[in-house]
């Protein structure tokens, strides 16, 4: 971050000119918006044009396409996301004219204090599928939240929402430390794994940054800790935190567990009372932990277990997360954002379990450290699908040091498949699809590309 000596805070005030570097992203865009409804001009730019370039300027905020140091114009301070560093052209302009530059995270967290409640849901995966939750219960509640979601959200149509209530539900990264920034009353964490290792030094550097988070939350707040993994268990040691999980002793959990056309049933207690009843509408035990975690932050912060029945049930799944896109040749294809070795363990085994009659997967690695340093986890679990097709690692915000390419998960699985394109994955796809398939494109970078294509064909 920026080694600013004025807190982003003073400059959050009508009148004041921000300007957005990389406006366009999932978080950014709401924060324009916010930023706009407390009396700022905003303007920004963005590296592609967009539908969210073209809906920021339809509210009146200007977008252009390109970084330049002369986009800045007469701005009073500058935003940027975690991946835009100090060579972007608009960052040097900024420090070379004294404009502060701030980060994505320290507006939200500024944000944020407005809110009696501060809900953040952190965790090295299911953050988004948590969060999205939070807001269905929310909702339900008619609380009427401002939310922040790392994805698209059906009941939104979008990532975002911004509302009059007095909370405020955000998905909390913890990527470049980027939620040490917030200003939680309710830290809801997960699970704590290995990842982001191009940023983080080990698991251990990993687990103090969330025990940080943690411990932000004050005294009258509320820690919420997935008592079902290990890294999660590790980080609240000592503190007075609130547990939720499937295994006996947690403080939310799951009872009379069942499935119902595959999709989890239960009650929920909390200190063995009876909450709420829930039929969620996704699969898999993943996301029946989910479910409790979003309802332990719905019971700490008072509301009644019937807006958690009612907003679990009418939760569909959030963008991209096994996400039905279409049939081809009788074949049923999903997309999904699992980007982690954990994330395809918990996806492919619940797709396993449903009733195909084979899994297709096509998986594009995301960043080529994660490709690296987890190696031999991610191929621990390619060898689940049927048929594995690797896509090319997708660089992200790296260049290629390592030298690593999908090929060499390839040689380690049997029978596996490497495309260089998306093109070519999307004809491998169509060679192979046959009726009763469960096709999944699965990674956090344009994968579903491939489905797209190929749906594109069955015309």
């Known amino acids: 971050m920026m080694n600013n000596p004025t807190p982003i805070s003073d400059y959050l005030i009508p009148g004041k000119r921000a300007h957005l570097v990389g406006i366009g992203g999932v978080s950014m865009c709401p924060l324009a918006e916010v930023l706009q409804g407390k009396g700022l001009q905003v303007q920004g730019s963005d590296m592609n044009d967009s539908e969210t370039a073209q809906h920021l300027r339809s509210l009146g905020i200007p977008v252009a396409i390109g970084h330049n140091a002369e986009n800045l114009g007469d701005c009073d301070l500058v935003i940027r996301t975690a991946a835009v560093h100090d060579g972007n052209p608009e960052i040097a302009g900024a420090i070379a004219r004294g404009i502060p530059v701030y980060e994505r995270a320290q507006a939200w967290g500024a944000i944020m204090r407005h809110y009696p409640n501060a809900l953040c849901v952190a965790g090295t995966h299911g953050k988004t599928t948590t969060t999205s939750m939070c807001t269905h219960i929310f909702m339900a ?109 947690a403080a939310c959990t799951a009872v009379n567990l069942r499935e119902d056309k595959g999709r989890p049933v239960f009650d929920i207690h909390v200190r063995g009372q009876f909450y709420a009843h829930a039929e969620l509408k996704v699969y898999g035990r993943h996301n029946v932990s989910n479910a409790l975690a979003a309802a332990s932050a719905a019971y700490v912060l008072g509301l009644p277990g019937e807006a958690v029945e009612k907003g679990l049930a009418s939760f569909t799944g959030a963008g991209r997360r096994f996400e039905y896109k279409g049939t081809f040749n009788g074949a049923e294809i999903y997309d999904d954002y699992a980007h982690h070795p954990d994330e395809l363990h918990a996806l492919l085994t619940t797709a396993r379990g449903l009733d195909y009659r084979r899994l297709v997967l096509a998986f594009q690695p995301h960043t080529y450290s994660r490709t690296s340093k987890l190696f031999e986890q991610f191929v621990a679990e390619l060898k689940l699908p049927d048929v594995a097709i690797l896509a090319e ?67």
């Open 141 to 249: 509640a008619e609380a009427d939240p401002t939310v922040m979601i790392g994805g698209t959200l059906p009941m939104l149509r979008s990532g975002y929402r911004v509302g009059n209530g007095d909370t405020i539900i955000l998905e909390s990264c913890e990527y470049c430390n980027s939620f040490l920034s917030f200003f939680p009353t309710v830290a809801v964490i997960l699970n704590v794994e290995a990842d982001h290792l191009d940023f983080f030094k080990d698991l251990q550097d990993i687990q103090n940054s969330f025990r940080r988070f943690a411990e932000l939350v004050p005294p009258s707040g509320s820690v919420i800790v997935n008592a079902d993994n290990e890294g999660a268990r590790s980080v609240a040691q000592g503190l007075d935190a609130f547990t939720f999980g499937l295994e006996p002793g």
């Open 393 to 459: 690692i997708f660089a992200a915000r790296e260049q290629n040091t390592q030298g690593i390419s999908s090929a060499d998960l390839c040689r380690n699985i049997p029978g596996a498949v490497y495309c260089s394109t998306l093109d070519k994955v999307a004809e491998q796809l169509r060679q192979i699809a046959q009726p009763g398939d469960l096709i999944l494109t699965v990674g956090a970078g344009d994968i579903y590309r491939a489905g797209e294509k190929l749906l594109k064909k069955d015309v």
